[in-house]
């Protein structure tokens, strides 16, 4: 996609989408399928550490029209074996929520990048084993990380290159 073609999302304007493509981490790729709909676009995160490291996992997100009052919709579109990410899609990631208890979840001052880098950041340093979506991945992990750690890589081998 090229900046400033096409008309602009109603709900996401260019600075936005600019800012965004400008602050990726270094293991992020934005892909946006229709110029014409910066509200839909596709998020691949590439980790370069950990369990995860070598596998593609794409990412797809949806900007509501509500937004910024309300936090975009994402879903994990990899198959993976993760304790904060099901094998169908969703997300644990409290920025991500629109009420969090703990007082980390979606706020009308947070940003798409935001959003980029939360998701980057389940592959490592947000990487929760203790408040887990996914709760076999977890106990998995608990019970024999080496185990853990092989069917990691089998996910990857079979769904995330």
Same mark, same amino acid.
């Given at each position: 996609?090229?900046?400033?073609?096409?008309?602009?999302?109603?709900?996401?304007?260019?600075?936005?989408?600019?800012?965004?493509?400008?602050?990726?981490?270094?293991?992020?790729?934005?892909?946006?399928?229709?110029?014409?709909?910066?509200?839909?676009?596709?998020?691949?995160?590439?980790?370069?550490?950990?369990?995860?490291?070598?596998?593609?996992?794409?990412?797809?997100?949806?900007?509501?029209?509500?937004?910024?009052?309300?936090?975009?919709?994402?879903?994990? /579109?990899?198959?993976?074996?993760? &304790?904060?990410?099901? $094998?169908?899609? +969703?997300?644990? !990631?409290?920025?991500?929520?629109?009420?969090?208890?703990?007082?980390?979840?979606?706020?009308?001052?947070?940003?798409?990048?935001?959003?980029?880098?939360?998701?980057?950041?389940?592959?490592?340093? /947000?990487?929760?084993?203790?408040? &887990?979506?996914?709760? $076999?991945?977890? +106990?998995?992990? !608990?019970?024999?990380?080496?185990?853990?750690?092989?069917?990691?890589?089998?996910?990857?081998?079979?769904?995330?290159?």
């Amino acid at each position: 996609m090229v900046l400033g073609a096409g008309p602009a999302s109603p709900v996401l304007g260019c600075p936005e989408v600019a800012e965004l493509e400008a602050n990726l981490p270094c293991t992020c790729k934005v892909h946006f399928p229709d110029p014409n709909k910066l509200h839909c676009f596709q998020l691949t995160v590439t980790p370069d550490e950990g369990y995860y490291q070598g596998g593609k996992f794409q990412f797809e997100t949806e900007v509501p029209d509500a937004y910024n009052m309300v936090p975009p919709k994402v879903k994990c /579109l990899t198959r993976i074996w993760h &304790p904060n990410i099901t $094998e169908t899609g +969703e997300i644990c !990631l409290s920025l991500l929520r629109e009420h969090s208890i703990d007082g980390t979840g979606w706020a009308p001052t947070r940003t798409l990048k935001d959003v980029v880098w939360g998701l980057n950041s389940l592959f490592t340093d /947000l990487l929760n084993f203790d408040d &887990p979506l996914n709760i $076999e991945a977890a +106990e998995h992990h !608990l019970r024999d990380k080496e185990d853990f750690r092989n069917k990691v890589e089998d996910y990857i081998k079979r769904y995330a290159r």
